[in-house]
């Protein structure tokens, strides 16, 4: 999963530099163009090589109203030990990141002086790409942790949280370059250590059937969470500014961290 995932910081690495790169060069319509034409290809390769693996037991032996029935579905999420505080700690990792990604290129520009450009640089490149170490590491981690305790991915899950609250706090707080880079690194590298075990996790929990559901919840919740915060922030910051964002939803990282650790996996 970690290497899986790393994926998706590369690609915002890349998006943010190639894709300013090919926007002056060639113009915003040819990006476009190009990744439309390779989500198509995508497409096709996916609906003609991916197969999914026959039935597990468990699948076959549920009822066939639960299996495709949507709010029965839900409702069993929700019945599940761990899935309400799985839900509430993926929904404040969303803020943490809906506020880094909103509002983090405004802040450096506004407190740092940076240009516009140097900017989205910083906030971009150090945080994803710290990212794509933090996931792979912790997924590596996590294994292993797992191998000696059923409960070794949600620890990592809660170190990487512990990691991350504080450095994102530091990242509201200081006035040095030298500590800020080292802030966003962290908080990269906490911040993987947490994302590549989301969906391991989720499969000690759920069953087969539920786990495509639950991960969609997941989303919807860190979506909305996140959504409503950044937004927030954004009406808030001429009166408590936007350190003061990051601050409070470090502090709200680390009790996630405290809340993971009520969670007991199989």
């Known amino acids: ?13 890349l998006g ?11 113009g915003w319509r040819a990006p476009f163009l190009a990744l439309g ?17 026959p039935v597990a037991p468990e699948i076959a032996a549920a009822p066939e109203a639960q299996r495709r029935d949507f709010i029965a579905a839900v409702v069993e999420l929700c019945r599940l030990p761990g899935f309400g505080i799985m839900t509430a700690v993926f929904s404040a990792m969303g803020v943490a990141n809906w506020l880094v990604y909103t509002w983090l290129p405004l802040y450096l520009y506004e407190r740092f002086g940076m240009s516009l450009t140097e900017a989205g640089f910083t906030a971009t490149f150090y945080i994803q790409g710290a990212s794509v170490g933090g996931i792979v590491l912790g997924g590596w981690v996590a294994d292993r ?21 504080p450095f994102l ?28 075990n989301t969906m391991p996790v989720l499969c000690q929990v759920a069953r087969d059937d539920l786990r495509a559901t639950g991960y969609g919840l997941f989303n919807l919740a860190g979506c909305l969470a996140g959504g409503v915060v950044a937004a927030l922030a954004g009406a808030l910051k001429s009166a408590i500014g936007l350190a003061a964002a990051f601050q409070i939803a470090a502090g709200i990282l680390c009790l996630s961290s405290l809340l993971l650790l009520r969670i007991r996996t199989r």
Do not use: K
């Open 1 to 13: 999963m970690g290497i899986h995932q790393s994926g998706l910081y590369v690609g915002l690495i």
């Open 16 to 26: 943010g530099a190639a894709g300013g790169w090919a926007g002056e060069r060639y």
């Open 37 to 53: 034409a390779i989500g198509i290809v995508y497409a096709v390769a996916v609906a003609r090589f991916f197969r999914a693996d």
């Open 145 to 165: 942790w797992s191998a000696h305790s059923p409960n070794g991915r949600v620890y990592t899950q809660a170190a990487g949280l512990l990691l991350a609250s």
């Open 169 to 196: 706090f530091l990242l509201g707080h200081t006035d040095t370059f030298a500590l800020l880079l080292a802030a966003l690194i962290l908080f990269g590298v906490g911040r993987g250590f947490y994302d590549c």
